[in-house]
């Protein structure tokens, strides 16, 4: 039972699709938080997240053996998240309903209060970037893929992706700070 996901993925792929189920269970989550951080909405994050396994069954003979799984599926729920956008035509962010849900708590400690307003005004920020540096960003930091992952999935060059990077995580430092002053200008990309 402790097949790779690519050996599940093949095997998908030959008309197993019974497999696919461990494969749910074991990246459903981390693609529920890739959707959340693009779209701000865990309604329309788990809508995607059924997206994409629709779309992985659907597609399951473009499958590839030597493909990175988490490549092609990365691929897959940024494919679902672009046609999302592309219907509604407007970005959905769920600012106010993550911050309804973390407000049920306990009131914070002076430090956790702290804390708690740097990742909001963190996720406000993230929230003001272009789709394409967000997505990014969300794949690099959050995510946590290497660059050749990136590079893979984007289809450009490893350098070309440190360079991405690099300008994404300037532009948002910029809108943080400008976030954390208070209101002026709108930060353009």
């Not at 030959?14 to 779209?39: I, M």
Request: with cysteine.
């Amino acid at each position: 039972m402790n097949d790779s996901d690519r050996e599940l993925m093949h095997q998908v792929s030959q008309g197993n699709v019974a497999r696919l189920g461990l494969l749910f269970e074991r990246h459903h989550a981390r693609l529920f938080n890739f959707c959340l951080r693009l779209t701000g909405s865990p309604q329309t994050s788990e809508d995607l997240v059924q997206e994409v396994f629709y779309r992985i069954l659907k597609y399951r003979h473009t499958y590839r053996p030597q493909s990175d799984f988490l490549v092609w599926t990365y691929q897959m729920a940024r494919n679902a998240a672009a046609d999302h956008y592309r219907k509604h035509q407007r970005l959905v962010t769920g600012g106010d309903e993550a911050a309804a849900e973390t407000a049920a708590g306990e009131p914070l400690a002076l430090g956790e209060l702290e804390s708690a307003e740097a990742l909001d005004l963190l996720g406000r920020a993230l929230e003001r970037l272009p789709l394409a540096q967000r997505e990014l960003l969300v794949l690099a930091r959050f995510r946590h893929l290497d660059y050749q992952q990136i590079a893979e999935l984007l289809d450009t060059t490893v350098g070309a992706v440190k360079v991405r990077v690099h300008r994404a995580v300037k532009q948002l430092r910029d809108v943080y700070r400008q976030l954390a002053t208070g209101p002026a200008t709108e930060v353009t990309s």
